[in-house]
């Protein structure tokens, strides 16, 4: 049983420094660039993640609701739902607008294609004047 904490400590020491070098922002890393944090702690597997968690990475309460991730900086969210957002609201506005636009070229275009097509079926060429003989 202990044998297998032997392994099994530095591992998940390892994922868990792993994980949190790659949720770190970038300007949080000290003294190198998060790469070369990455690498230190996947190939020195024991002392590589001791290192990052003792020295690698800025500590202390994130500023300005900042997250960890990457994707959540810059972004934050002052409406709870997007039906209390008037910004979402009025870009859905605008959106239908174009959306109802071009579904009135579309059939505008339907009903020039049928008029066309009927001229054509009932033998009048394409300017309105009659099909050659044969």
């Not at 990455?38 to 900042?66: E, S, T």
């Not at 609201?89 to 579904?103: I, P």
């Not at 070229?105 to 294609?113: K, Q, S």
Request: with cysteine; charged share 30%; net charge negative.
């Amino acid at each position: 049983m202990f044998r297998a904490l032997i392994y099994l400590l530095p591992f998940a020491l390892t994922i868990y420094a792993f994980i949190d070098c790659l949720n770190t922002p970038e300007d949080e890393a000290r003294h190198l660039p998060k790469i070369a944090w990455v690498f230190i702690i996947l190939l020195f597997w024991v002392v590589g993640p001791i290192v990052w968690l003792a020295a690698g990475k800025l500590r202390q309460a994130p500023a300005g609701g900042r997250t960890p991730s990457e994707w959540h900086r810059n972004h934050r969210h002052e409406w709870v739902a997007p039906d209390d957002n008037p910004e979402f609201l009025k870009a859905l506005k605008e959106e239908n607008k174009k959306d109802e636009s071009l579904l009135k070229d579309w059939e505008a275009d339907l009903r020039r294609r049928e008029e066309e097509l009927k001229r054509r079926e009932s033998g009048a060429g394409p300017e309105g004047s009659a099909p050659p003989a044969s």
